[in-house]
C-alpha cells in the first residue's frame, strides 16, 4: 500500500516555528517532485511549496523567505520548516507526490497522485 504520512502539525503562536514531516512508504518517491499543499476553511486548496528530484524548488509568494522545503531520498521523507508563522498560515496542510511531472514543478494539485492524510496547522494572534 503507498501510504504518505505526515507529522508535525499543532498550534504555535505568531512568530513561531514548526516543521511537517511526510513519510512515505510503499514505494519510492526518489523520482517524483513532492509538494506542500494547505487548504483554509473557505479557501481553495493552494500549492505552497515543491521540490524535485535533484532539488530545485518552488514556493508560494506568500511563503517565499519564511518556509524551506527539502526531502531525504534515503528516508524517503519531505518536510516543510515554516518559520515566521502568520495567523493567515492557518490550514490543514498536505503533502503529496507528482510521479509524472520530470523535472518539471507542476503547481496544480490536479496533478499529484498521492496525498497524506492533512495535519491541522493554526497560527495564534
Known amino acids: 500500500q503507498v501510504q504518505l504520512v505526515e507529522s508535525g502539525g499543532g498550534l504555535v503562536q505568531a512568530g513561531g516555528s514548526l516543521r511537517l514531516s511526510c513519510a512515505g512508504s510503499?514505494?519510492?518517491?526518489?523520482?517524483?517532485?513532492m509538494g506542500w499543499f494547505r487548504q483554509a476553511p473557505g479557501k481553495e486548496r493552494e500549492i505552497v511549496a515543491a521540490?524535485?528530484?535533484?532539488?530545485?524548488?518552488y514556493y508560494a509568494d506568500s511563503v517565499k523567505g519564511r518556509f524551506t522545503i527539502s526531502r531525504d531520498n534515503v528516508k524517503n521523507t519531505v518536510s516543510l520548516q515554516m518559520n515566521s508563522l502568520k495567523p493567515e498560515d492557518t490550514a490543514v496542510y498536505y503533502c503529496?507526490?507528482?510521479?509524472?511531472?520530470?523535472?518539471?514543478?507542476?503547481?496544480?494539485?490536479?496533478?499529484?497522485?498521492?496525498w497524506g492524510q492533512g495535519t491541522q496547522v493554526t497560527v495564534s494572534s
Open positions: 521540490i524535485n528530484r535533484v532539488g530545485v524548488t
Open positions: 510503499g514505494r519510492t518517491f526518489l523520482n517524483d517532485v
Open positions: 503529496a507526490a507528482d510521479p509524472r511531472a520530470g523535472f518539471r514543478l507542476r503547481l496544480g494539485a490536479q496533478s499529484y497522485d498521492y
